[in-house]
């Protein structure tokens, strides 16, 4: 079976990347770092194995943050256009927080939850029928 890639960039494409895993899930949060990190009510996410994350081309910038959670999260970006790519958290290295805007092709994308519900602005409302949590969405399920 052929093994699924997705491409994306930032704005200005210095900085492009490959994913090796069907993306599909988005996930939609309201926090205020999110929306100060993007200029918009909401980041739509896309969680994804850091190991099938690569970059095809340039250096991503970071910053580092500790979060209400107490963790830090890391956010990559494009240091020409300011671009967010992906972000990633200190407890969990093995996973990565895609930005779903920087895909190629977004065809196909569904949102599937909002989080940080309790910082929502009236101008990026939550989507109806969603599951919506007012914190961080709950762990995976184990099995």
């Not at 990347?17 to 909401?42: F, N, W």
């Not at 500790?66 to 996973?95: H, I, N, W, Y």
């Not at 519900?117 to 109806?128: D, G, K, N, Q, S």
Request: charged share 15%; net charge positive.
């Amino acid at each position: 079976m052929a093994q699924t890639v997705v491409t994306g960039s930032c704005l200005c494409g210095a900085v492009t990347y490959s994913v090796a895993q069907p993306l599909r899930e988005v996930i939609v949060c309201h926090c205020t770092d999110c929306q100060k990190a993007g200029g918009a009510g909401a980041s739509h996410n896309i969680v994804v194995k850091t190991a099938d994350i690569a970059i095809t081309a340039g250096t991503p910038r970071t910053y580092a943050k500790t979060v209400d959670s107490g963790r830090v999260l890391t956010r990559s970006f494009c240091g020409d256009c300011g671009s967010q790519l992906f972000s990633s958290r200190s407890t969990t290295p093995e996973m990565s927080v895609l930005k779903a805007g920087t895909l190629d092709d977004r065809s196909g994308l569904v949102p599937v939850m909002d989080i940080w519900t309790v910082e929502t602005v009236a101008y990026a409302p939550c989507l109806p029928g969603l599951p919506q949590f007012p914190g961080n969405r709950p762990p995976p399920k184990a099995g």
